[in-house]
């Protein structure tokens, strides 16, 4: 993770390096008649480039193809949530190795000292870069060809280990939550599950960008009603000294942020849409800043009820963890199930 922002800090640097030596170099150089004929002839490369024209009396922005960017404000959050996040899913472990207080800090403060600055970047490279390759377009642009391949290689390859992890862990909540036990176990109807919901989510990304964003802020809406409610459920029952509980031991801190950056991690892909997404220099950076706020909100507030609701010690505070912890403050588990395949199909689609 740590590499990850330096490399994305590098390559802000450097783009920022080329674009104002260029511009020192119009300036001083050129006529005002031959910057216009400069800014024709970059508009004309940015088109066939990145996929961006600019419009005219301030109507909506095409793409190079001549179609309509799509994807509008509150589809790119949710977009960005399901990218960065998905439910709080995961963050169990962060409780096991540091106790609730510090957890609660953690993702209290990582998501505005990590994913702002992160953020940032993403809009600001986004909105210079609108294509939909994303940092693929930055690494081209800064370091070269071979630079972009590599990230876009590297890239594919990750997103084929998700999406493989993913549908398997679907079929796993598939099959404990007793909707269909069948796939809970290796054979016909397990392979048959996995193969049908990769093809499932294909068809439905051929659908294009506008399905796929209305449709994650549907799911992103059910995905975090459960928590919803198990936070309202909890408030009379949240006792501030239960955040205090400490390890037994030492605290395991590479545990604790690890766990934290993963779960607050992966801001920089929502770049890959911006070739979809309406007028990309307003929408990323107020997209960006909700999504912020939004995914902070969807770890703290349970982990807040959780773990101030109930008398667990922090060794209890295993992966999947949360399920029993709803199942503690009345809520049927069936639902938080359901809830983690709607999340992990989620993650599966955007992948």
């Known amino acids: 993770c740590t590499l990850a922002s330096l490399f994305l800090y590098v390559l802000s640097k450097q783009l920022a390096s080329k674009l104002a030596m260029s511009q020192g170099f119009l300036l001083a150089a050129e006529q005002p008649s031959q910057r216009q004929e400069q800014q024709e002839l970059h508009d004309i490369v940015r088109q066939e480039h990145h996929g961006y024209t600019r419009q005219q009396g301030g109507g909506p922005t095409l793409s190079v193809y001549g179609h309509k960017r799509k994807i509008t404000l509150i ?20 409780v096991l ?19 702002v600055p992160e953020s940032l970047i993403t809009a600001e490279l986004a ?9 693929v377009l930055w690494a081209d642009h800064a370091f070269g060809p071979l ?3 590599l990230l876009g290689m590297w890239k594919y390859l990750s997103i084929v280990i998700n999406i493989a992890a993913y549908t398997a862990l679907i079929a796993d909540y598939l099959g404990g939550s007793g909707v269909a036990p069948a796939v809970a176990q290796p ?6 599950a996995v193969i049908g ?12 960008v506008s399905i796929v964003g209305w449709g994650a802020v549907a799911l992103g809406m059910v995905s975090l009603a459960p928590f919803v409610l198990m936070t309202a459920m ?19 801190w590479r545990l604790f942020f690890n766990t934290l950056f993963w779960n607050l991690n992966y801001w920089d892909c929502a770049s890959t849409m911006a070739g979809e997404v309406e007028r990309p220099e ?13 995914i902070a909100g969807s770890y703290l507030l349970p982990l807040m009820a959780a773990t101030g609701a109930i008398d667990a010690p922090p060794d209890a505070w295993v992966n999947g963890y949360l399920a029993d912890a709803v199942r503690t403050l009345g809520e049927k588990q069936i639902f938080l199930h359901l809830n983690k395949i709607i999340s992990y199909l989620s993650c599966t689609n955007l992948s």
């Open 197 to 208: 919901m990769t093809l499932l989510l294909s068809f439905v990304n051929y659908a294009g």
């Open 282 to 294: 307003q929408t990323f950076p107020r997209a960006l800043a909700l999504a912020v706020v939004l």
């Open 97 to 115: 190795a540091a106790g609730p207080l510090f957890t609660l800090l953690g993702f209290l403060v990582f998501p505005f000292a990590w994913g």
């Open 127 to 135: 909105a210079a870069f609108p294509g939909n390759g994303g940092f």
């Open 147 to 149: 630079a972009g391949f």
């Open 75 to 94: 589809p790119l959050v949710f977009l960005i949530y399901f990218e960065v996040a998905g439910g709080p899913y995961g963050a169990e472990k962060a």
């Open 234 to 252: 909890a408030v009379p029952k949240v006792r501030p000294s239960r955040w205090a509980s400490q390890v037994k031991g030492d605290k395991d």
């Open 187 to 192: 054979g016909g109807a397990r392979t048959g």
